[in-house]
């Protein structure tokens, strides 16, 4: 996945407004996707799988939520018992 557009230039080829991209990814305020939008805040992590979602994968949650990108990193149960 690639983080090469903006949640800016995904709303506006989406041709969402503000408060309708924030409802889209489940924001009730606009302000605060505002500021998640100009980087100056981090979305939850439902909130930025949303965007990734909204994206078609083109914004990569992990690079949204510090959380998501732990959890993409960290080795999973199923990988733990294919290494034994």
């Given at each position: 996945?690639?983080?090469?557009?903006s949640?800016?230039?995904?709303?506006?080829?989406?041709?969402?407004?503000?408060?309708?991209?924030?409802?889209?990814?489940g924001?009730?305020?606009?302000?605060?996707?505002?500021?998640?939008?100009?980087?100056?805040?981090?979305?939850?992590?439902h909130v930025?799988?949303?965007?990734?979602?909204?994206?078609?994968?083109?914004?990569?949650?992990?690079?949204?939520?510090?959380?998501?990108?732990?959890?993409?990193?960290?080795?999973?149960?199923?990988?733990?018992s294919?290494?034994?």
């Amino acid at each position: 996945m690639s983080n090469h557009l903006s949640i800016r230039d995904l709303r506006d080829e989406l041709g969402l407004s503000l408060a309708e991209f924030a409802k889209a990814a489940g924001i009730a305020s606009k302000g605060r996707m505002s500021e998640i939008e100009r980087g100056e805040a981090t979305p939850p992590l439902h909130v930025a799988l949303a965007i990734e979602r909204i994206s078609g994968g083109r914004i990569d949650a992990a690079h949204l939520n510090a959380d998501v990108k732990a959890a993409r990193l960290s080795p999973t149960k199923a990988d733990a018992s294919e290494a034994a």
